[in-house]
Each structure stands twice: as structure tokens, then as C-alpha cells.
């Protein structure tokens, strides 16, 4: 069992289409991180959520971190073919070392 | 540099053979990363290092790998007696503190054993 679970693993969509994917945890975090991974690169940090609660914007990308802490959700509104790649969460649980979910490969067909 | 940099980018290798693959993080990051990549899967740990706490080496998957990080900057993963199921994608990442997790990935090494 992963420290945190993302789900679903595989989402296949059309253009346009909006989308949820959620990062679960039973442990409590101080901040959690959303990676996306484009084919050939390296994951590139998306955002940290800070605040049990909070929600970030960029763009049509909406980042919402549980009030308890424990889970974050990542919502994709109008989605277009270049957000295709492999979305994954992040957290360090009390000061221990960055761990990452199994992450969600997300296709965007035009 | 600015970022992350990982050397070679590609390396094909013949089975048995010992490989090293370097890493250079960004500069004055005290955290490093290691991961492996299979085609279509997510990130798997291999080891972490924290300044000059002993190193995390947990996620490494047979004592064929070893990895080192010299004065707290480069860190070279060794593979020896390579096999065809090391083939993979391996990921460095380095972030500033234990308080600030916020990861900079390089863009990888590809190694293929044939």
C-alpha cells in the first residue's frame, strides 16, 4: 500500500471534456505537491497547497488540499490535447523525505 | 547550472556489464533523489540522501546498486552486473531542505541493456 493513493491510474478523454483526479492519503501532510510528466522530460512541479483547504488556480488546472490535510484533488476544466501526460502528488510526511503517489496518465484526444 | 543535470542522457549497455550514471543537482540543495522509471509506470524509489545523514537506501531493488554523493553535491548511481530488466529510465531530483520539499527533477537517463 502507497503512502498516498492517486486515482484513477489511466483516464482517457476527449478535448473539452473536464476531469478529476484525486490523491488520498491516511497521513496528515504539511504541504502537497502536483507533478506533471510529459514524454521524454523529467516531472515538473505544477503547485504546492499549504492551507487544509485551500484551492489554487493555473489556468483551467484547479488544486483544491483536503481540510484535514490528508488528500488533494487536481480538476481539469476544457481539457486540450497538451495536458496529456502523467499527473503525479507529492508530500513529505512530518519532515521525512518526498514521497510520490503512483500517478494518473491522463490522454487528451482531439 | 540552473537546473538538474543528469549524464549520459542515453546509455545502451551490453548484460553483465557495470554502469554509472551521474547526477549534478542544483546548487546548494542539501536533498537528493533517485528514482527508476519503467515505459507508461510512475516513479520508483531508490534511494535518498539528506545532507550528511546516512542515505535512505530502502527502495533499492538488489545490492547490484549503489549510490554515492561526494561533498553533498554530484551523486553517481552505480548498477553492476547489469540486467535486461534494469532497462529503464532513472530520474534525479534534488530540493532544498527537509522543510522546503518542492523537488527539480533532471531530464533523466535512458539506459537500455542488450
Known amino acids: 500500500t502507497q503512502l498516498l493513493e492517486q486515482s484513477p491510474q489511466f483516464l482517457s478523454i476527449q478535448e473539452g471534456e473536464n476531469l478529476t483526479v484525486y490523491c488520498n492519503s491516511s497521513?496528515?501532510?504539511?504541504?502537497l505537491q502536483w507533478y506533471r510528466q510529459e514524454p521524454g522530460e523529467g516531472p515538473v512541479l505544477l503547485v504546492t497547497?499549504?492551507?487544509?483547504?485551500e484551492v489554487k488556480k493555473l489556468k483551467r488546472l484547479t488544486f483544491q488540499f483536503g481540510d484535514a490535510r490528508k488528500d488533494s484533488s487536481l480538476h481539469i476544466t476544457a481539457a486540450q490535447p497538451g495536458d496529456t501526460g502523467l499527473y503525479l502528488c507529492?508530500?513529505?510526511?512530518?519532515?521525512?523525505?518526498?514521497?510520490f503517489g503512483g500517478g494518473t496518465r491522463l490522454m487528451v484526444k482531439p | 547550472g540552473a537546473g538538474v543535470s543528469q549524464s549520459p542522457s542515453n546509455k545502451v549497455t551490453e548484460k553483465g556489464k557495470d554502469v554509472e550514471l551521474r547526477c549534478d543537482p542544483i546548487?546548494?540543495?542539501?536533498?537528493l533523489y533517485w528514482y527508476r522509471q519503467s515505459l507508461g509506470q510512475g516513479l520508483e524509489f531508490l534511494i535518498y540522501?539528506?545532507?550528511?545523514?546516512?542515505?535512505?537506501k530502502s527502495g533499492l531493488p538488489s545490492d547490484r546498486f549503489s549510490a554515492e554523493r561526494t561533498g553533498g553535491s554530484v551523486s553517481t548511481l552505480t548498477i553492476q552486473r547489469t540486467q535486461q530488466e534494469d532497462s529503464a529510465v532513472y530520474l534525479c531530483?534534488?530540493?532544498?531542505?527537509?522543510?522546503?520539499?518542492?523537488?527539480?527533477f533532471g531530464q533523466g537517463t535512458r539506459l537500455t541493456v542488450v
Open positions: 531530483a534534488s530540493s532544498r531542505s527537509t522543510a522546503n520539499t518542492e523537488a527539480f
Open positions: 497521513s496528515v501532510f504539511s504541504s
Open positions: 497547497v499549504v492551507t487544509g483547504g
Open positions: 507529492a508530500g513529505a510526511p512530518a519532515g521525512n523525505m518526498l514521497t
Open positions: 546548487s546548494g540543495h542539501t536533498a
Open positions: 540522501f539528506q545532507g550528511n545523514s546516512a542515505p535512505d
